[in-house]
């Protein structure tokens, strides 16, 4: 069984920043992808940035030049630092990290956190 553990969320001014942080723990093998998605009211959720299985990073358009990831893989866990928040960055975000147990593979989601930009 794998968990994540996701915070930072909250509610900040258009302008201002906000980092997010994901832990993952239990029996964890390794991690090949790790990263965060979003998922807007009546929208589908959607990449934000993740690191994938070769170690490079995938940012959506929307959020490149703003949002920055970064990962910690001795401790499994991933950030994103988000600056210059738009109104439209409103979501809920979701952590999501793809690997193996020491029997399976695994893919699993946290359980969100809402990030809310004011304008």
Do not use: H
Request: charged share 15%; glycine share 10%; with cysteine.
């Amino acid at each position: 069984q794998v968990q994540l553990v996701e915070s930072g969320g909250g509610l900040v001014q258009a302008g201002g920043s906000l980092r997010l942080s994901c832990a993952a723990s239990g029996s964890i093998f390794s991690i090949n992808a790790m990263g965060w998605y979003r998922q807007a009211p009546g929208k589908q959720r959607e990449l934000v940035a993740v690191f994938s299985s070769s170690g490079s990073t995938n940012y959506s358009d929307s959020v490149k030049g703003r949002f920055t990831i970064s990962r910690d893989n001795a401790k499994n866990t991933v950030s994103l630092q988000m600056n210059s928040l738009k109104p439209e960055d409103t979501a809920v975000y979701y952590c999501n990290a793809k690997g193996r147990t020491y029997v399976a593979r695994f893919d699993y989601w946290g359980q969100g956190t809402q990030v809310t930009v004011s304008s």
